[in-house]
């Protein structure tokens, strides 16, 4: 029985873990998710920690994920899962080699942001899905995000749970012994909670005032049909934005809504490529002129004679037409990439639903619409630190993020997904667009507020002022090696661990 006391906290603490990511709002499970594997880790052999990792890992991404394999079955599903539970396997090692090092609450938390890091980058580009500041977008840890983004919130949320498992292992020790609590040195731990609290009573780096407002518009068009046919019926999901745009215009030349000085369509809300198809143009041209305001439409372009597509984010301005685009940067392997294609072709046969990869662009300049610069981080990028913090730097004053979820269904990806975006909101302190296809739009102040938002699977049109920013934060300016920072610290706190388990074996050989 005592030896699956571990087992079973660990399985436990990584479907807590699960509970406390959106749709959820009970962020503050991730304290007890966590401590349910840190416990048992102190003092632990590396073994144990391996499974012990494993163990919760596994039971947090399973649920986590199951959007994965929400059209093309559970194979891919399973075997993403299986990969990323090699990396909490591996923290899970390496929390017990850091356990018993003095400071250990800091290192337990270096070592987390360090394996973070890691899976946010390997293989294939990575995959930063279930980081823990993720989940924390309902919680008082928000404000963190301005000061050291998502690395930060991470490492505040470890500092918590090793604080809370050290006061579970004393007071069980205490009435095993039938004695009064002894917290001794470890007390002082609970004292780093006071981080986040100090941030939240006003610590954080201030926001810098609006240099100027604008509205912005969000247009939902919704589309025919779940899944990987999304778009099978032609220019279906071009119709439908189509319509809902000419009732915007409508609805503004009634005056039952502002006219917005900005239009996002989500991406591929065009299924036609306007850039090759004049009549597609000349359509879309037309209710970006009703409206009269600069539209960003997300589309696939096929440029002949490239060896694949582009998912690009075109800047239409009215009367005008084409003035600019930006060009996917981050594309999601397995889907607009394919890995092992010859390999797995003799899997599956959806491999070469794709035939091509697509282009990935370079440049992380805003789009310069005339009221003003605005970054475009499309879907899948909203995963990456630098990703959205590159186009930050490169002068947005506003972001938009088109997306595209009706591929993955009715799940809790999408409420995900625009978790993520009120955590880039803040951490670069930016009003924030989110424009999906199908569900879920927002509009997002900087400080993460979501002002309107759309259901799932429906049309809707959003219209709010936000303001236009060209402050720097802190994670903005500093972002990269504040991660680089902890991480580099977890990775001298396991190797200093492994040189002191080292000399004892090495003192008993030679007496």
Known sequence: MRRLVGPVCAASGGLFLYLSFPPRTSWWLALPALALLIGPLYGARVRSGLLLGGIFGATFLLPLLEWTGSFVGAGPWLALVGLQTVFFAAAGAALTLVSRLPGAWLWTATVWVAVEAVRARIPFGGFGWGRLAFGQADGPL??????????????????????LAAAARCTMAAVRDRR???????????????????????????PAPASDTVTVAVVQGNVPRLGLDFAAQRRAVLDNHLAQTRLLADKADRGETPRPDLM??????????????????????????????????????????????????????????????????????????????????????????????????TDPAPLETSVGPVGVVTCYEVLFDDAVRDTVRAGAEILAVPSNNATFGISDMTHQALAMSRVRAVEHDRATAVAATSGISALIAPDGTVIARTGSFEPGLLVAELPLKTGTTAATALGGPIELTLTGLGATAVLGSLVLRSRPARQEKSS
């Open 180 to 206: 009064l609590p002894d917290l001794g040195l470890r007390w002082p731990a609970f004292l780093v909670v006071l981080i986040p609290i100090a941030a939240v009573l006003g610590f954080a780096h201030p």
């Open 142 to 163: 928000l404000p963190l995000a301005a000061l050291g983004g998502a690395p930060l919130m991470s490492a505040s949320v470890v500092i918590g749970a090793t604080a």
């Open 264 to 361: 996002i369509w989500p991406e591929n809300a065009s299924d036609l490529d306007p850039v090759h198809d004049p009549a597609v143009a000349a359509e879309i041209q037309s209710v970006v002129d009703a409206v009269g305001s600069p539209t960003v439409v997300g589309t696939v372009v096929r440029d002949p004679g490239a060896s694949g597509p582009r998912n690009v984010a075109l800047l239409i301005e009215p009367g005008v037409g084409i003035v600019d685009d930006y060009d996917k940067r981050r594309l999601q392997p397995f889907g607009e990439t394919m890995p092992l294609r010859e390999l797995l072709r003799a899997l599956t046969p959806l491999v070469d639903r794709a035939p091509a990869d697509f282009l990935p662009g």
